[in-house]
């Protein structure tokens, strides 16, 4: 396997090490392709095709009309409520190309959770669905500081006659002004769920993002040749760096599913010949059991990865048979670390199965005990995680960035081991969080809407096993007027606030919830 140089800088006020040859942005990785692999389809929708020269000069033309248009410049905000897509791709192109910051919002959010987001993050301009163009006047609506910051809607699909859609922007055919773009620039705002029930902006940089797909290249030997499915969302971390801008990086190509189904996934891996999957675990469960799969040979695939929740023996031996000729990569990272900190070197040994595989190689990793103290091989603690791909900080959240970080590590509240030979150990997952089939929920966001009920004494969420989804979401209620049979009217108020992974789905009506002498639940007990 190819070894790069490194060398250690100053980057974030951090000392951190870096591959001593890495391009300046993601700018420089986009020309550098399409110079390269112009000719190339790139992109693959339903029937639809797209070349890196079609991405390039689309995505010029974008930027073009939101400088010209609307003003927009290196550092503004553009905020997105867009679905797995071509449009996707070309947004996400144009803002990597020009300077402007990224927003992508999980379409499944509600209009609460959506206009915190619009409110925190205040883009110049907003791209929706077209069927998701009621969220953001719902928005609008409710909440008095979104107002300021919706005024420029672009609707993604068919648009009223008072809203312009990406379309009419694209046909738009001038030359963008030239942008410098630094490593530190920021490239993506990235929001993930706090503990303390409010969105955290992540934001990814350029030298965050660089150094994941080339640490991707790396350890899955990924070339020109691969070919993706893309079936999770393109908004979270894993659709955006590990499959699109991996596959830019490489030259390789994405097929895009809109929404993921189990017939059109395999079908469609074979006809289009896809050597590449990267997915949560529950896509593959539902894969492996289907009676499809029997019509099917997949000797082509060469790589098969996986991340976001635990994979169970079972499924990685369903998997190999499926996949005979591909190599196995577990993979741990977080929105925080740009996707990738630990990935499953090729032909590990089966003794190794559980864990989360070797950090990537500019990563520093440590285990700490409760006092901050680091931990020596195969003790137990908090794994702290150094390196470029970690964010330089959250937006606008002092308090986030300073309980977040430790001499230059972000802690990453996972409860970890690492072996002699270097092999990470998750045991535990961060505080209350439930992993709803690569869909994370914390306990504390949803207790709180549940809490604000009339009828509910008190509530708390916990996570219930699941064969497919991994984790579902649990409600344990106290109440005197409300019991098994209000079940549909609990969800109904929840899906007022919360998205529809995050709303429970198993309830539990009990006396009063176990505490510790100083009053906190005990949520172990509960489990």
């Known amino acids: 396997m190819k070894v790069l140089d490194i060398k250690r800088v100053s980057l974030f006020d951090r000392e951190i090490n870096v591959f001593a040859d890495?391009?300046?942005?993601?700018?420089?990785?986009?020309?550098?392709?399409?110079?390269?692999?112009?000719?190339?389809?790139?992109?693959?929708?339903?029937?639809?095709?797209?070349?890196?020269?079609?991405?390039?000069?689309?995505?010029?033309?974008?930027?073009?009309?939101?400088?010209?248009r609307y003003g927009m410049k290196k550092g503004d905000r553009l905020l997105t409520l867009v679905g797995n897509s071509l449009e996707f791709a070309i947004i996400v192109t144009a803002c990597l190309k020009s300077g402007i910051v990224m927003v992508p919002v999980n379409t499944k959010l509600t209009a609460p959770e959506v206009a915190y987001i619009i409110g925190h993050s205040k883009p110049s301009v907003i791209f929706a669905n077209q069927e998701l163009l009621g969220v953001i006047e719902d928005c609008k609506e409710k909440n008095e500081e979104v107002r300021p910051f919706s005024r420029q809607i672009i609707a993604v699909g068919d648009a009223s006659k008072e809203t312009l859609n990406l379309t009419a922007l694209l046909e738009e055919d001038s030359e963008?002004?030239?942008?410098?773009?630094?490593?530190?620039?920021?490239?993506?705002?990235?929001?993930?769920?706090?503990?303390?029930?409010?969105?955290?902006?992540?934001?990814?940089?350029?030298?965050?993002?660089?150094?994941?797909?080339?640490?991707?290249?790396?350890?899955?030997?990924?070339?020109?040749?691969?070919?993706?499915m893309l079936a999770v969302p393109f908004f979270h971390v894993t659709g955006l760096v590990a499959q699109f801008l991996q596959m830019v990086y490489v030259g390789g190509s994405m097929v895009i599913l809109t929404h993921y189904n189990n017939e059109k996934y395999i079908k469609q891996s074979y006809d289009l010949n896809v050597n590449f999957h990267f997915n949560v675990p529950t896509?593959?469960?539902?894969?492996?059991?289907?009676?499809?799969?029997?019509?099917?040979?997949?000797?082509?695939?060469?790589?098969?990865?996986?991340?976001?929740?635990?994979?169970?023996?079972?499924?990685?031996?369903?998997?190999?048979?499926?996949?005979?000729?591909?190599?196995?990569?577990?993979?741990?990272?977080?929105?925080?670390?740009?996707?990738?900190?630990?990935?499953?070197?090729?032909?590990?040994?089966?003794?190794?199965?559980?864990?989360?595989?070797?950090?990537?190689?500019?990563?520093?990793?440590?285990v700490i005990d409760s006092n901050d103290r680091e931990q020596g091989v195969n003790e137990i603690g908090e794994l702290l995680i150094k390196g470029p791909m970690v964010i330089g900080e959250y937006w606008d959240n002092p308090q986030a960035n300073e309980s977040s970080f430790i001499d230059g590590y972000w802690r990453s509240g996972d409860i970890a081991k690492i072996d002699e030979e270097g092999y990470v150990y998750i045991l535990d997952r961060k505080k209350d969080m439930i992993n709803r089939g690569g869909e994370k929920v914390y306990s504390i966001e949803v207790e709180d809407v549940l809490?604000?009920?009339?009828?509910?004494?008190?509530?708390?969420?916990?996570?219930?096993?699941?064969?497919?989804?991994?984790?579902?979401?649990?409600?344990?209620?106290?109440?005197?007027?409300?019991?098994?049979?209000?079940?549909?009217?609990?969800?109904?108020?929840?899906?007022?606030?919360?998205?529809?992974?995050?709303?429970?789905?198993?309830?539990?009506?009990?006396?009063?919830?176990p505490k510790t002498a100083s009053g906190k639940v005990l949520k172990h007990t509960l489990r």
């Open 451 to 513: 809490k604000k009920h009339p009828e509910i004494i008190e509530a708390a969420v916990v996570a219930a096993p699941d064969p497919i989804f991994g984790e579902r979401v649990k409600a344990i209620i106290v109440s005197d007027t409300l019991n098994e049979e209000n079940q549909a009217v609990i969800r109904e108020y929840c899906s007022q606030y919360l998205a529809k992974f995050k709303i429970p789905e198993i309830y539990e009506f009990i006396d009063e919830l």
């Open 176 to 228: 963008p002004a030239e942008t410098e773009i630094t490593e530190t620039d920021p490239a993506f705002i990235l929001y993930t769920s706090g503990t303390t029930g409010r969105p955290k902006g992540a934001v990814l940089s350029h030298v965050n993002i660089v150094h994941s797909v080339m640490h991707y290249q790396l350890r899955f030997q990924s070339d020109n040749e691969m070919r993706t």
């Open 22 to 68: 890495h391009p300046a942005s993601f700018q420089e990785i986009i020309r550098n392709t399409v110079m390269q692999y112009g000719k190339k389809d790139a992109l693959f929708l339903e029937g639809q095709k797209m070349t890196y020269e079609e991405l390039d000069q689309m995505s010029n033309r974008l930027i073009s009309a939101l400088q010209n």
């Open 283 to 366: 896509i593959f469960i539902m894969m492996a059991t289907s009676p499809l799969l029997k019509e099917y040979s997949f000797e082509q695939v060469k790589i098969v990865a996986f991340g976001g929740s635990p994979i169970y023996q079972q499924t990685l031996e369903k998997l190999m048979e499926i996949f005979p000729n591909a190599s196995y990569h577990n993979c741990y990272g977080a929105t925080e670390t740009a996707s990738p900190t630990t990935v499953m070197p090729a032909g590990f040994p089966m003794s190794k199965a559980t864990s989360v595989g070797k950090a990537v190689d500019t990563a520093e990793l440590k």
